[in-house]
């Protein structure tokens, strides 16, 4: 007789728990609070334009990526089209001067040479830094709990880049580019690198992968990749109840036994997992009663990706002024403005022209963000009025800068769509809106957190309140790894299957 298990929340993780539990012969329901699937990973609709909420890149999409096989598995690689950018990102000075960040370290090494033919031996070490990190794959295997020697020995084959890693983690973008003797070179780079503080661990990693050509953009974004797994657990014979907010992990003798939904109904499995928001899990759906003072002080003193204010626009031109480019054109402005409360002195805009999937044909997407503060829009979103009129506002500085900085687009702009953080929570559940979840640090790098808690028997979570730093193949990975440790309880042999 098939064992069951309950998943809550239909997010990427959540799919992955249930492929990898149906390919593992577990009966498997999904509940999920919105009408579709896929969580943070996903895009809207608007007047015939898609507004993409995820897909800049996706790790995995080169075969001889580790990730590669998760997405086989979970049925998208066999269909997806993908598009590799030649641009990360152009970031241009005060002076109009565009610098160009290529994804193709041998270009943007010559590139730099030309620039700053000075700085010759720190520009190679740079770029050497992103060909190191072009190699290093991101494992999958086992998860930590479960690790066998053989495991821990493989491993132990990748202490020369986890050496490399660690050292890297610790030199932040300032303290590196510092040591170019070239004025502009120095400015630029450690600006466009997001300032002092990025560690260039990071940035190695991003270009490595671009580099490599292991993190390209899947057309159709966020919603199409999405619907590529909907339709392999479908195909497994899973099922998916939308529309189904779980209030409740029930729970007897600490053993989590089923849940209860906003309507009233209660439904059992054998084994419950949260792939939802990690502290409503703890906190409000098991009442605060399985933690320990690891798990208190992380929620207590969060350190979580900064929410965003998200404004989509609907352009009837293709607007190839602005290239296109992973991370999109930054540009100052010649005056600074407020948004949410903050003073903003650039703009950044991504456009999606290269994507015939996300407007009609002739017209394209522009994307803009900006951090922000969830306070700020929780607070405002108790008023709505004010809290539309923020919104209008927003979109009608945004519309203008751009038309001031490309005359006639305003007059093109056929459709306006603001997302604030408020509406991660509202359609995800994403506590504070954080769309990743954790910030990137040392004690998350450590993989110090646990997919269980203390007490509760049955139970597992999953996804980026778990498995922190965010991103799609994390999502994938921390369902396959749920899976295999509920294996390893059943004394059941883990598979996998591709389509």
Same mark, same amino acid.
């Given at each position: ?55 800049? $890149?996706?790790?995995? #999409? ?9 997405? !086989? ?6 269909? $997806? ?61 086992? &998860? ?9 020995? #493989? ?43 990025? &560690?260039?661990?990071?940035?190695? $990693? ?27 657990? =479908? ?51 098991? !009442? ?56 903003? =002195? ?10 015939? +999937? ?25 008023? &709505?009025?004010?809290?539309?009129? !923020? ?22 702009? !056929? ?12 359609? #995800?559940?994403? $506590? ?9 640090? +040392? ?32 999502? +994938?990975?921390?369902?396959?790894? #749920? ?17």
């Amino acid at each position: 007789m098939e064992k069951s298990i309950i998943i809550i929340g239909g997010g990427l993780s959540g799919l992955a728990v249930g492929c990898y539990g149906r390919m593992n012969g577990y009966k498997t329901k999904i509940f999920e609070m919105h009408d579709i699937v896929g969580g943070v990973c996903t895009g809207w609709k608007r007047k015939g334009y898609t507004i993409d909420g995820a897909m800049n $890149w996706l790790v995995g #999409t080169g075969p001889k990526s580790s990730a590669y096989k998760l997405w !086989e598995e979970l049925g998208a690689a066999k269909h $997806w089209k993908i598009y590799n950018h030649d641009l990360y990102s152009v970031y241009e000075d005060k002076d109009g001067k565009a610098f160009n960040i290529y994804c193709d370290a041998d270009r943007f090494e010559k590139y730099l040479l030309e620039i700053a033919p000075e700085d010759k031996d720190i520009i190679k070490e740079f770029t050497k830094g992103i060909r190191d990190f072009s190699r290093t794959d991101m494992p999958v295997g086992k &998860p930590n709990e479960i690790m066998t020697w053989f495991s821990k020995i #493989t491993v132990v084959k990748m202490l020369p880049m986890l050496m490399l890693m660690k050292k890297w983690l610790k030199i932040s973008a300032g303290d590196f580019f510092k040591r170019l003797k070239n004025p502009y070179l120095r400015q630029t780079l450690t600006s466009a690198f997001g300032g002092d503080q990025w &560690p260039m661990m990071i940035i190695f $990693w991003m270009l490595g992968f671009q580099h490599a050509k292991a993190a390209g953009y899947v057309l159709g974004g966020a919603l199409e990749h999405v619907r590529f797994l909907e339709e392999r657990y =479908r195909a497994l014979g899973g099922a998916i109840h939308c529309k189904s907010k779980v209030v409740k992990i029930l729970v007897e003798n600490d053993k989590a036994i089923g849940i209860k939904l906003a309507d009233g109904t209660e439904h059992r499995a054998d084994w419950i997992v949260s792939a939802a928001d990690g502290r409503t899990t703890i906190f409000d759906l098991l !009442e605060g009663k399985y933690i320990d003072d690891a798990i208190k002080k992380r929620y207590d003193n969060p350190n979580l990706f900064s929410p965003l204010v998200y404004i989509g626009l609907g352009v009837a031109d293709p607007v190839k002024e602005i290239p296109p480019a992973i991370s999109g054109l930054s540009f100052p402005l010649e005056t600074p403005i407020t948004v949410a409360g903050k003073e903003r =002195r650039r703009l950044d805009v991504r456009t999606y022209s290269y994507d015939p +999937a996300m407007a009609p044909q002739g017209k394209t997407v522009l994307i803009t963000q900006f951090d922000t503060d969830y306070d700020y829009w929780e607070k405002l979103h108790k008023e &709505p009025e004010k809290y539309e009129a !923020e919104k209008e506002k927003i979109a009608d500085l945004v519309v203008s800068l751009l038309d001031k900085r490309y005359p006639g687009l305003a007059s093109k702009v !056929e459709m306006r769509d603001v997302a604030t953080p408020v509406t991660w929570v509202r359609y #995800t559940g994403n $506590w504070r809106g954080s769309y990743e979840g954790w910030q990137f640090s +040392a004690e998350t790098f450590t993989g110090s957190m646990k997919k269980t808690l203390p007490g509760l028997d049955n139970f597992y979570m999953a996804g980026q309140w778990v498995n922190p730093g965010g991103g799609m193949p994390t999502a +994938a990975m921390s369902g396959n790894h #749920t899976i295999q440790l509920i294996c390893h309880r059943d004394k059941k042999k883990f598979i996998t299957a591709r389509p």
